[in-house]
């Protein structure tokens, strides 16, 4: 499905940080499709994700801003830290932040580009997660930068999942972490079916790190590239296919 815009406050974009982007965009074109163009993922002739080459391996989640500079000092207010500096492109002006417990996330304010231009359909991100070991901390931190609340998730409400909700809709999820797990946000994204997305991960030279589970809303593993960097996939229930 087509997507021309995103509302303040929501999930807009992911970008992949990798250090070999020849080897992420093989990676990628053999388990999802996608097409490496320059900065961005395509699927089609649609963007789908971005790719930033540098140090390090990880998923980042961006969100719609209608004026990055004052979420810039909303997150700095609150207790945040800013990571990179607000840059302008004519796709779009990004900052990168870090919340008080060490999630890193973005800001996107539109240009040309309003972020993913498909979704709600296979092989295009359909999530957001983060996870941390201070929910108090974070939807307090969340509450104030983008107005959310955590309400009780139906994903896994037995081993503490919650939803956020921003102006009246689910904007993301919040985890609880295990252990000495780190504080991050995670990037899912939906496929047509599990076991053959893993099956081309292995193929590719990736790994699995959880699953396959069975949740309410379909099918899920988490995975790791040949890279590095972590990511999900999930196989929805036909009720919440689009």
């Given at each position: 499905?087509?997507?021309?815009?995103?509302?303040?406050?929501t999930?807009c974009?992911?970008?992949?940080?990798?250090?070999d982007?020849?080897?992420?965009?093989?990676?990628?074109?053999?388990?999802?499709?996608?097409?490496?163009?320059?900065?961005v993922f395509?699927r089609?002739?649609?963007?789908?994700?971005?790719?930033?080459?540098?140090?390090?391996?990880?998923?980042?989640?961006?969100?719609a801003?209608?004026?990055?500079?004052?979420l810039?000092g909303?997150?700095?207010?609150?207790?945040?830290?800013?990571?990179?500096?607000?840059?302008?492109g004519?796709r779009?002006?990004?900052?990168l932040?870090?919340?008080p417990?060490?999630?890193?996330?973005?800001?996107?304010?539109?240009?040309?580009?309003a972020?993913?231009?498909?979704?709600?359909?296979?092989?295009?991100?359909?999530?957001?997660?983060?996870?941390?070991?201070?929910?108090?901390?974070?939807?307090c931190?969340?509450?104030?930068v983008?107005?959310?609340?955590?309400q009780t998730?139906?994903l896994?409400?037995?081993r503490?999942?919650?939803?956020?909700?921003?102006?009246?809709?689910?904007?993301?999820?919040?985890?609880?972490?295990?252990?000495?797990?780190?504080?991050?946000?995670?990037?899912?994204?939906?496929?047509?079916e599990?076991?053959?997305?893993?099956?081309?991960c292995?193929?590719?030279?990736?790994?699995?790190?959880?699953?396959?589970?069975?949740l309410l809303?379909?099918?899920?593993?988490?995975?790791v590239?040949?890279?590095?960097?972590?990511?999900?996939?999930?196989?929805?229930?036909?009720e919440?296919?689009?």
């Amino acid at each position: 499905m087509r997507i021309r815009g995103y509302a303040d406050g929501t999930p807009c974009w992911a970008r992949l940080r990798t250090a070999d982007p020849e080897a992420a965009a093989a990676f990628y074109a053999g388990v999802f499709g996608w097409r490496l163009d320059g900065e961005v993922f395509r699927r089609g002739d649609a963007v789908v994700a971005g790719l930033e080459a540098g140090p390090g391996a990880g998923w980042l989640t961006y969100f719609a801003s209608d004026d990055i500079a004052a979420l810039t000092g909303r997150v700095v207010d609150c207790g945040g830290t800013v990571v990179r500096p607000v840059s302008v492109g004519t796709r779009g002006s990004a900052a990168l932040f870090r919340d008080p417990a060490g999630a890193e996330f973005g800001g996107w304010q539109r240009g040309t580009l309003a972020g993913a231009q498909i979704g709600v359909e296979p092989d295009t991100v359909c999530w957001s997660e983060l996870v941390t070991g201070d929910e108090a901390g974070a939807e307090c931190f969340y509450g104030k930068v983008f107005g959310w609340s955590a309400q009780t998730g139906v994903l896994a409400p037995e081993r503490g999942y919650r939803e956020w909700q921003g102006n009246g809709r689910v904007v993301a999820g919040l985890v609880p972490a295990s252990g000495a797990e780190p504080a991050r946000w995670r990037t899912t994204v939906e496929v047509l079916e599990v076991t053959a997305a893993v099956q081309r991960c292995l193929d590719l030279g990736g790994r699995v790190l959880q699953g396959p589970v069975d949740l309410l809303v379909g099918r899920y593993t988490r995975l790791v590239d040949p890279l590095g960097a972590t990511f999900s996939v999930i196989e929805l229930i036909p009720e919440l296919r689009g």
